[in-house]
């Protein structure tokens, strides 16, 4: 079966695969190089509490500084790593500094969970969840402060496996995410028997919904359909103050976007929480 997938995949990019076959090799042994090189790195995006302003997670990021090309977005990077196999160092090395991160930020106090993303090749991986908790245990950090990063195409291509991976990683008590919900095939009732903690609402909804009524009733009963079955809900792509808004008055949502901000460096997050910690002892001081 997999074997035919594969076969199916190439026919059906064989056409552009010669053109570019060149190019892509050449990005991919640089890539390789990259890694062991330590030329990628991680940046985390905050995902706020709209109803407060405070920031409750991050997701790791990757990012590929190239000698040469400048900054690569993972976009081109990610798909040939996942052809290639690279995908499973690629994500050791996210998970790993992820969570390193995260201890320092958890040792300072700060309370934040850790997204971070799985490509699909994972999710046929029966070995997972063990590398995970290793990773996790390395940096001393508990794995329910996890939250892993799946989309519905990585879970409908393997999934019997992927259901075995994601039950073993909540038995250890990793969180499990869909990322960018409605643009796959899955529906909310599938992905509920699956037993998952979150769903990622794609930013091709949330960025319209000021300006598009179908948008807006979309994204309105998602976040309904989804906090009922008891999930926890966010909003990606929001880009700027009143869609922020908007959102915070349908209630009960988290939001990522350029205008809750930006992925940045380590040191510019840490700024950020240490700010919230200051503002909310501050509060707190005031309030007694
Ligand atoms: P994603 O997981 O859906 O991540 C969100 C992407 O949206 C990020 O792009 C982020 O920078 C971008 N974004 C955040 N807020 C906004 C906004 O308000 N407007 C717009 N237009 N974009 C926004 P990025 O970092 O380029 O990553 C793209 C995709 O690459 C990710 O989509 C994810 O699928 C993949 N990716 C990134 N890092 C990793 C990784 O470490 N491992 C794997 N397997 N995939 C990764
Ligand atoms: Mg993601
Ligand atoms: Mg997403
Ligand atoms: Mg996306």
Do not use: C
């Not at 919900?181 to 990622?200: M, P, Q, V």
Request: hydrophobic fraction near 45%; charged fraction near 25%; aromatic fraction near 4%.
């Amino acid at each position: 079966y997999h074997a035919k997938l594969e076969r199916d995949r190439i026919s059906m990019y064989s056409p552009k695969f010669d053109v570019n076959t060149v190019e892509r090799l050449r990005l991919l042994s640089e890539l390789r190089a990259a890694l062991d090189a330590r030329q990628l790195h991680v940046v985390y995006q905050p995902q706020v509490d709209l109803k407060n302003g405070r920031t409750v997670g991050v997701e790791a990021l990757v990012r590929w500084r190239h000698p040469v090309r400048g900054l690569v977005v993972p976009d081109e990077f990610i798909p040939l790593a996942e052809n290639s196999g690279l995908i499973f160092p690629l994500t050791d090395f996210v998970l790993d500094t992820a969570l390193g991160q995260l201890a320092i930020w958890r040792a300072q106090g700060y309370e934040v969970r850790m997204a971070v993303n799985l490509s699909a090749r994972h999710l046929s991986d029966l070995g997972l969840p063990d590398q995970v908790a290793d990773i996790a245990a390395r940096h001393n950090v508990p794995l329910s402060s996890l939250v892993l990063e799946v989309t519905e195409t990585a879970i409908l291509s393997d999934p019997i496996r992927a259901d075995a991976v994601i039950k073993t990683l909540r038995g250890l008590g990793v969180e499990i995410s869909i990322d960018d919900y409605g643009t796959g095939n899955a529906s909310l009732s599938y992905l509920k028997r699956l037993e998952i903690d979150e769903l990622k609402i794609d930013r091709s909804f949330v960025s319209n919904i000021r300006i598009d009524d179908h948008d807006l009733i979309i994204v309105k009963s998602t976040i309904g359909l989804a906090l009922a079955l008891g999930l926890r809900v966010v909003a990606e792509g929001i880009e700027d103050g009143p869609t922020t808004a908007a959102l915070r008055e349908l209630g009960g949502v988290l939001g990522q976007g350029y205008h809750l901000g930006r992925p940045g460096p380590p040191e510019q997050i840490g700024a950020r929480l240490a700010d919230e910690h200051r503002a909310g002892a501050r509060a707190k001081a005031a309030s007694e």
